[in-house]
């Protein structure tokens, strides 16, 4: 068993130039994910300069399953008006990166399938028929099933025209069309900015990139200051497996309460079910092992099935589960809180920011609004439980399912974090995320030290793997 996405097994692909000197472009991206690329795409006749802080492809669209499809489990909004547009946004998504997969010929697996949303129990079903009115405003043909046997749901909708790829090929597709019309360059990590005479000054590596036009496309925003993020979000964390079957079914499904998600892939003629489950906060979830185990006991007692590749994946959950994309401020742009669903929310937030820098009318663009009022109540709800979090994190040195190899001590006022490896060496990192100082958790199955306030990961040498943290934690050897 491979711990690691399916998607990233085999992948093979020589990096980008790093940023070394001074820069100077029109228009700078940053972040080379579904965001960063499909942006790109639309600005490729600008002067635009991308970068990532590692190599395009690996980032968190690498851990989704990469499923195109409107029937989500998010589509109720309490507005009518919200609800239309959200879901109209989410098919324009899907047609687009149909657009360009067959414009540019990506062989990224692009499969047509069907895409069912179904209730376990009473309280979804009655969910799924307020969905099933949204679905009618639009003139959006489905079916109904009742007890179709689809994973013990009791009632389901079926619709014919969404999608699966294989994201880590559509993304190293997007970037070798785009090689030739822009400058990308990897391993580069930016970690401040300011705005002198209408100008970005972006610190990258150790030189700095001035540019017109910013667009932060990073996941989660790497600075506090952009839009508030911290205070308008939370972090979802999710455990997926994909499992070897007899046959690739053709369809997509999630359970209208979000906690169950599955597809089918084929891979060197071999058929996988890719599964996700066990999603919920990022607080909550953060024994990996254990989890990780429960898993794997779950899928083979309902499935009976042996899993080859588990990987756990990162959501930033918008107060509304609505991007939160577009203009934050004088020719700066933001992208984040994609609450689950980042191929089309990213693609089609690519679309509302390229359309803002051209000039170009976008009905999304309210929708997405990164200063818009959010949901008051949830806004308060998520900040006291990452408060929680935060105090927890404080509290809390050594955690009952850490093992021998892991401690975490003070020394001189100063809080670190110690694993022993195999050979019995010690690797010693400061236990504070540089991001908003929560303390930090080490992840056993991975071997990295994990972030419980917003998901900054370093590996046991303190070297920061995926941010919004753009600092290690590394103490320097004396």
């Given at each position: 068993?491979?711990?690691?996405?399916?998607?990233l097994?085999?992948?093979?692909?020589?990096?980008?130039?790093?940023?070394?000197?001074?820069?100077e472009?029109?228009?700078?991206?940053?972040?080379?994910?579904?965001?960063?690329?499909?942006?790109?795409?639309?600005?490729?006749?600008?002067?635009?300069?991308?970068?990532?802080?590692?190599k395009?492809?690996?980032?968190?669209?690498?851990?989704?399953?990469?499923?195109?499809?409107?029937?989500?489990?998010?589509?109720?909004?309490?507005?009518?008006?919200?609800?239309?547009?959200?879901?109209?946004?989410?098919?324009?998504?899907?047609?687009i990166?149909?657009?360009?997969?067959?414009?540019?010929?990506?062989?990224?697996?692009?499969?047509?399938?069907?895409?069912?949303?179904y209730?376990?129990?009473?309280?979804?079903?009655?969910?799924?028929?307020?969905i099933?009115?949204?679905?009618?405003?639009?003139?959006?043909?489905y079916?109904?099933?009742?007890?179709?046997?689809?994973?013990?749901?009791?009632?389901?909708?079926?619709?014919?025209d969404?999608?699966v790829?294989?994201?880590?090929?559509?993304?190293?597709?997007l970037?070798?069309?785009?090689t030739?019309?822009?400058?990308?360059?990897?391993?580069?990590?930016?970690?401040?900015?300011?705005?002198?005479?209408?100008?970005?000054?972006?610190?990258?590596?150790?030189?700095?990139?001035?540019?017109?036009?910013?667009?932060?496309?990073?996941?989660?925003?790497?600075?506090?200051?952009l839009?508030?993020?911290?205070?308008?979000t939370?972090?979802?964390?999710?455990?997926?497996?994909?499992?070897?079957?007899?046959?690739?079914?053709?369809?997509?499904?999630?359970?209208?309460?979000?906690?169950?998600?599955?597809?089918?892939?084929t891979?060197?003629?071999?058929?996988?079910?890719?599964?996700?489950?066990?999603?919920?906060?990022?607080?909550?979830?953060?024994?990996?092992?254990?989890?990780?185990?429960?898993?794997?006991?779950?899928?083979?007692?309902?499935?009976?099935?042996?899993?080859?590749?588990?990987w756990?994946?990162?959501?930033?959950?918008?107060?509304?589960?609505?991007?939160?994309?577009?203009?934050l401020?004088?020719?700066?742009?933001?992208?984040?809180?994609?609450?689950?669903?980042?191929?089309?929310?990213?693609?089609?937030?690519a679309?509302?920011?390229?359309?803002?820098?051209?000039?170009?009318?976008?009905?999304?663009?309210?929708?997405?609004?990164?200063?818009?009022?959010?949901?008051?109540?949830?806004?308060?709800?998520?900040?006291?439980?990452?408060?929680?979090?935060?105090?927890?994190?404080?509290?809390?040195?050594?955690y009952?399912?850490?093992?021998?190899?892991?401690?975490?001590y003070?020394?001189?006022?100063?809080?670190?974090?110690?694993?022993?490896d195999?050979?019995?060496?010690?690797?010693?990192?400061?236990?504070?995320?540089?991001?908003?100082?929560c303390?930090?958790?080490?992840?056993?199955?991975?071997?990295?030290?994990?972030?419980?306030?917003?998901?900054?990961?370093?590996?046991?040498?303190?070297n920061?793997?995926?941010?919004?943290?753009?600092?290690?934690?590394?103490?320097e050897?004396?």
């Amino acid at each position: 068993m491979f711990n690691n996405s399916i998607w990233l097994k085999g992948v093979k692909t020589k990096a980008n130039k790093k940023v070394t000197k001074d820069l100077e472009t029109d228009i700078l991206i940053i972040g080379g994910g579904i965001t960063g690329l499909t942006t790109a795409y639309f600005l490729k006749g600008k002067k635009v300069v991308l970068i990532d802080k590692d190599k395009i492809g690996y980032g968190k669209t690498a851990f989704s399953t990469g499923k195109l499809t409107y029937l989500q489990d998010n589509l109720l909004k309490g507005n009518k008006e919200k609800e239309n547009l959200y879901l109209q946004s989410q098919i324009d998504a899907l047609n687009i990166v149909k657009d360009i997969v067959i414009e540019n010929n990506i062989k990224c697996d692009y499969e047509s399938n069907l895409s069912f949303l179904y209730a376990t129990n009473k309280k979804e079903k009655r969910k799924i028929k307020k969905i099933e009115k949204i679905l009618t405003r639009n003139n959006i043909s489905y079916k109904i099933k009742e007890n179709n046997n689809l994973y013990n749901s009791i009632y389901s909708i079926k619709v014919d025209d969404t999608a699966v790829i294989n994201p880590v090929k559509y993304m190293l597709g997007l970037k070798e069309v785009l090689t030739k019309k822009i400058d990308i360059y990897e391993n580069s990590i930016a970690t401040d900015f300011e705005y002198i005479d209408e100008r970005f000054k972006v610190k990258v590596n150790n030189s700095y990139i001035i540019a017109k036009i910013l667009i932060v496309a990073t996941h989660y925003p790497f600075l506090i200051s952009l839009g508030l993020i911290p205070f308008k979000t939370h972090i979802e964390k999710s455990f997926l497996a994909a499992m070897n079957i007899d046959k690739n079914k053709k369809f997509n499904a999630i359970s209208q309460n979000g906690n169950h998600s599955i597809r089918f892939y084929t891979r060197e003629q071999e058929d996988y079910m890719v599964y996700c489950s066990v999603s919920n906060r990022l607080s909550k979830n953060i024994d990996n092992e254990k989890i990780s185990k429960n898993l794997l006991w779950e899928i083979k007692s309902r499935f009976n099935n042996k899993v080859k590749y588990i990987w756990s994946n990162i959501d930033v959950m918008s107060s509304d589960l609505i991007p939160l994309s577009g203009k934050l401020d004088k020719n700066l742009y933001i992208a984040t809180g994609y609450s689950t669903w980042g191929l089309t929310n990213g693609t089609i937030s690519a679309k509302v920011i390229s359309d803002l820098i051209l000039g170009l009318d976008n009905k999304y663009t309210s929708l997405l609004d990164p200063n818009r009022m959010s949901n008051i109540v949830n806004l308060i709800v998520n900040n006291m439980k990452t408060a929680k979090t935060y105090i927890l994190s404080k509290a809390i040195k050594n955690y009952s399912f850490y093992k021998k190899e892991v401690v975490v001590y003070t020394e001189n006022g100063i809080r670190y974090g110690k694993y022993t490896d195999d050979n019995n060496v010690e690797h010693i990192v400061y236990n504070k995320c540089p991001h908003m100082k929560c303390n930090l958790i080490f992840n056993s199955l991975d071997k990295t030290w994990d972030c419980p306030c917003h998901a900054s990961r370093f590996d046991i040498d303190g070297n920061v793997i995926s941010g919004p943290a753009n600092y290690s934690i590394k103490v320097e050897k004396k």
